[in-house]
């Protein structure tokens, strides 16, 4: 490199999140460099479920996943591409009276706190939703207006409009070091040093030892949750759907291929960017894909795969400012559910940086619940 | 020779060709315990498919190279490996871990050190109309021909190698004439090959066996039509002529039986699985695992023998095979390094061929740059079209594109289309084969039941963090 490229904002990773703050910042006018060590949506971004899903967040995160929604539903918009959306009914089944239970509680919740896009459905309605449902199944929650879209090109979708506003992307360039100059941040990395007024973290599974340069505590922990793809079926499910008491993930895409994953993990290496499956665990999730959709006792599987994401121990991400250092900021740690926030997520970071402030319900996120006192 | 009984072997060996024979009469001649596990129902591999129940007259057609493996598998049929046929290998761990399917249920199977042996399979020929009922690989005419001596009567070659002369060669004896041979080898490649030819004399007798095949045709009257350019085939629903130009004019055969060759090419699906290194072999035109002297990867006791190394032809592959053996018996103490020796060497003598005809035989540049229209993953239909757009959108590599157009997550898992695709890419970009490298290989490695794996045994429970994680919804 000749001389040392400079910008408003320097964003470590590109992921959908790295990609998503770097779009909206570009928007709101700043220069904007994205650092990747390996090639944006490698990871976790480019090879999750893809699962576009308001339904079963955890409660601090609906505000913003509804935010999100918003965009999604209109993605095409923001990136000039569709990433492949199709709204379709998200559905979590219950196979019990107690499951049902558990998720008409859970419903009364999200209306008291003002969020109506969970309802419940009762055996029939479930029924006809799913004809392939197993008949055991009660009932269910769903989110009518939810969906899903390819994971790959919804980052890569984000990456190109990113790069056509403006913002600079150096992959398989790996940070070695974020450390303060004066107002500056100086980014070391295998292709040189890089120059920014502010730095966003949106390193994923790697993003606990950034956090640790800037003197902040985040007890990351890398995960591979695994996924299976099977040959195409003929068409027999228009939802999303997933369990109540046991983990799944579900979905028939467009070319009748089917899509199975949902809490089982397989063994992360995040030195080497490798992951291997662990097929005494993925067992189980074939069992439940089997139990709830009895016609995938023929299915043939094709291909497994999992991705290194980054969970934290309360399985919400850390989202806003840094603890310790002005004009640094985080954005990780998304657990397996950070697709369908990108969008918005992205926007609020954007808002954060260029004005120091959002209204966005943030506080939940701060990286300072993890500081040791 | 016993059913398995045991989880554990000091060695397991994945093929039962000539490699994987070798490899299994060596090891156990050291004393070592060992498992051959095969997806085909007897021993030989592609190259000696049906050896054990060929009759006379079928041995004959098929020649004494073919012959020489009876030999082979009785010696393997004599050793005290076991032997898995009709067994399928869908998953290998990094700590040697193999699951297999054998049609009903899985097992898993923990090894010591792994041969893999799967050889190789025929270069993808993406090429118009390629994909009509009616065109196979000459490979597949040739597994018809070994295991059921079956012909077809009007079969128009396409391509090159010397294998599409040895089929047509065996159709003869078979008593059946092929309609011709469309070779697609320029003039400009004689010369080139001409100066490999002191070199090839080492290995004469294939020098003379080429020869013997191509008299045969020219005395039978198969018309051969030379540097074949702008190959097509015709057809609606069915393969019914091939088009194409040669010696300055048009032609074309009618026929509904085309066979595709252009060289075979390492099978690298279970080293890539093990994200072993692999390079790019240039003369070979292909990529090959990176392997030591004696055939071991780059991953510790994991060896490839066989084709699966380099394409070095049955004899090698044997040979190749023993040399494995020899080294896991040598690191488990038992060594013979005299005997490695001259296995060394007779390997040697074998390689003198290779360079003639891999200049000769290198592959067309027409299916190394199909048209934009052709297919080039079956699977999934994703044209070389298609590809070049997701190479121009920024994909910069063989796994960018496969999410982005799904070529190879189809049930061949790329087989088909590997190759071809990180070779228009690279073209596209501008950039060496060799930095763009080639599909990551995820299991299974071919197409498993889900009931098969809901079935599987396992001894881990469910965690208990996973158990309670109902929200679990990715």
Redesign the interface.
Known sequence: MTGTPMADLIVVGGGLHGCSAALHAAKRGLSVIVIEKDNAGRHASGVNAGGVRRLGRNYAEVPISVRSMEIWHRIGDLVDDDCGFQRCPQIKVAETEAELETLEKRAADLRELGFTHEVIVDQQELRRLLPAVAPHCVGGLASLDDGFAIPYNTTFAFQRKARALGVQFFEKTRVEKVRRDGKDWHVDTSAGTFKGRNLLNCAGAWAGEIARQLGEHAPIEAIAPMMIVTARMKRFCDAVVGGCGRPLSFKQAENGTVIIGGGRRGYPDPKTNKSEMRFSQLRYSAETAIGIFPIMKSATIVRSWAGIEGRMPDDIPVIGPSSTHENAFHAFGFSAHGFQLGPAVGEIMAELIATGHTNAPIAPFSITRFAKS | MSATTKNRYDVAIIGAGPAGMAAAVEVTRAGLSAIVLDEQPAPGGQIYRGIETSDEKRTKVLGPDYAAGRDIAKAFRACSAEYLPGATVW?I??ALGI?VSLGQGSKHIQAGAIVVATGAIERPTPMPGWTLPGVTTAGALQILLKANGVVSDDVVFVGSGPLLSLIAAQMLKAGVKPRAIVETVPQSRYVAALKHLPAALGAASYLVKGLAMMLSLRRAGVPIYRDATGIRIEGNGKAEAVTFTSGGKSHRLETTSVALHQGIVPNQQVTRLL?CDHEWNKSQHCFVPKVDEYFETTMADVYVAGDGAGIGGAVAARLRGRLAGLRIAEKAGRGNAQERRSVTDALMREAKIRPLLETLYAPSPEILAPADETLVCRC?EVTAGDIRKAVD?????PN?VK??L?SG???C?GRMCGLAVSEIIASRRGEPISEIGYYRI???LK?????E????E???A??AD?AD??????
């Open positions: 998953n761990d990094s699951d994200r999934e959108l920024g994909a910069p590599g960018q999410s982005f799904r997550m189809g049930p898992q995820r299991p299974p197409p498993l039941l889900l009931s794996l809901a079935a599987l396992s001894e881990e469910v965690p996973l994680e109902s929200a679990a919804v990715h």
